[in-house]
């Protein structure tokens, strides 16, 4: 079936980094991308649309010069969470959805934790 | 907000008791769609019923859709300890929103 590939599983780092994650569909083409965000013990928040070749589309209060994404192929979107601090820190995951996808589900990467120091 | 709620936000039984979970939503959609969610882990599909489905059936699964109250449910029969995870509903039109979640405890 089709797989979501999310790199790094975990990121640790001190407060001031940026720090890239990594969603790639590794056997179908996905020309939408989705990142979303989740607190512990809480629900998913669609933070942004990743569309190929053009810019993300982003929901009501996500920063996108904090939350820069790109989604250069087909196959790859990033998101790149810039100058972190520790209230950044938080469990994101992306999905993805094959071309011409009609009412079939997206695809989940394993998530990324990542915790601010 | 457009998140759907879900409840109970918590539910424990005992293996063999059989679970049922309910999502209220407040848009038009395409499909609902049911998820699984293993602590600290990804998100794992199990079961899509499209806005002109009423109830659908994998397994030990079974869902229900009423859109005219907008609600949809998930019964897992004969609940193992092994179903122990957060089950997320979410709706789609052209983009998936979800519900708050139940966490499910199974004990053996």
């Known amino acids: 079936g089709a797989v979501v590939s999310q790199h790094p599983s975990r990121v640790i780092c001190k407060s001031g980094t940026s720090v890239k994650i990594e969603c790639r569909s590794l056997?179908?083409?996905?020309?939408?991308m989705f990142w979303y965000r989740q607190f512990p013990k809480k629900s998913l928040m669609l933070m942004a649309t990743s569309n190929e070749g053009s810019k993300a589309t982003y929901e009501q209060g996500v920063e996108k010069d904090k939350f820069l994404i790109n989604h250069a192929s087909l196959t790859l979107s990033t998101l790149t969470v810039t100058s972190a601090h520790p209230e950044d820190s938080s469990f994101y995951i992306c999905s993805a959805r094959e071309l011409r996808d009609g009412n079939q589900p997206q695809h989940f990467g394993d998530g990324t934790r990542l915790s601010i120091l | 907000s457009q998140q759907g709620e879900e409840d109970p936000q918590a539910l424990s039984i005992q293996e063999g008791e059989n679970a049922t979970m309910n999502c209220s939503y407040k848009t038009s959609i395409n499909n609902l769609q049911w998820y699984r969610q293993n602590s600290g882990r990804g998100l794992v599909h199990l079961i899509l019923?499209?806005?002109?489905?009423r109830e659908k059936h994998s397994g030990r699964l079974r869902v229900t859709l009423d859109t005219s109250k907008k609600s949809s449910s998930l019964l897992i029969t004969a609940s193992r300890a092994a179903d122990t995870a957060s089950y997320f509903c979410a709706t789609e039109q052209d983009k998936l929103i979800f519900g708050t979640g139940t966490r499910l405890q199974v004990f053996p």
């Open positions: 019923i499209r806005s002109n489905e």
């Open positions: 056997d179908f083409q996905a020309t939408t």
